[in-house]
């Protein structure tokens, strides 16, 4: 698969996405949503992936959000671009929240905007202790998109969200974790090497387990607890029948 906002490889059961614009730190554009949610239908049908990284392009950037200087050139078509681009991004999104293999953000710089919300809407997060991160929507007089209002008030709760959202305050690597946003702070030369570790443990274990484990946590976000438990019996007794299930317990 070639893209020409993205960099995609596989190596051995895991799936490296690179968002590359770097010269334009890796910002989101109506092409780049495009090719990620033709990206998560592939890849969420591909039973050899087992596991999704996604990163940024160079040293500098992650996401630095939206691709403002595409909007100032399209005001008066503005809303309709935007709906354009939500519309691709947030299908790949949920592609990657509901596909069975674990996606990890490896966040190698800023994180603004609509790339806060890819390191939000990731399973697990990573980041390089020179990475920060912010929202910016409320700055330029928008307001979220990319599933952050979702994800940021169940990962740090609703006030840091709305302090994030309404000051549009800059979280360093320390303060991200400190906050519950990333799993983890290497030093960013170690960035690569530890992403691909945590990557090719979790590729190597049980992977539909795994998939059953993102679909209970989205599930259980708004539901009963009656009603998630009747989930996580059927689930458990499914996986009970499997191959990797029932080798588990020998």
């Not at 983890?184 to 795994?210: F, S, Y």
Request: charge should be negative; aromatic fraction near 6%; hydrophobic fraction near 45%.
């Amino acid at each position: 698969m070639s893209y020409e906002t993205l960099e995609f490889e596989m190596r051995g059961a895991v799936a490296h996405i690179t968002l590359n614009r770097p010269k334009a730190f890796n910002a989101l554009s109506l092409t780049m949503s495009k090719e990620l949610c033709d990206l998560s239908i592939k890849l969420g049908e591909d039973k050899a992936v087992r596991c999704v990284v996604i990163t940024g392009s160079g040293e500098a950037a992650f996401c630095a959000g939206g691709d403002v200087p595409a909007f100032a050139e399209n005001l008066e078509t503005l809303p309709t671009l935007l709906k354009e681009m939500t519309t691709y991004l947030h299908m790949a999104i949920s592609r990657f929240a509901w596909m069975r293999a674990p996606v990890i953000a490896a966040v190698n710089g800023v994180a603004a905007g609509a790339g806060l919300s890819f390191v939000a809407c990731t399973d697990l997060a990573i980041a390089a202790d020179s990475a920060t991160f912010t929202s910016a929507y409320t700055k330029i007089g928008l307001s979220p998109d990319g599933s952050s209002t979702y994800y940021l008030p169940r990962l740090i709760g609703t006030r840091r969200t709305a302090e994030l959202y309404m000051t549009n305050r800059v979280l360093n690597a320390q303060e991200a974790l400190d906050w519950g946003l990333v799993n983890q702070v290497v030093p960013a030369a170690d960035l690569a090497a530890e992403t691909e570790k945590l990557a090719n443990k979790l590729a190597d274990g049980p992977t539909e387990a795994l998939g059953a484990v993102k679909k209970l946590l989205l599930m259980s976000l708004n539901d009963s607890l009656e009603s998630q438990m009747e989930r996580e019996t059927r689930s458990i007794a499914h996986l009970g029948g499997t191959a990797d299930g029932q080798e588990g317990v020998r």
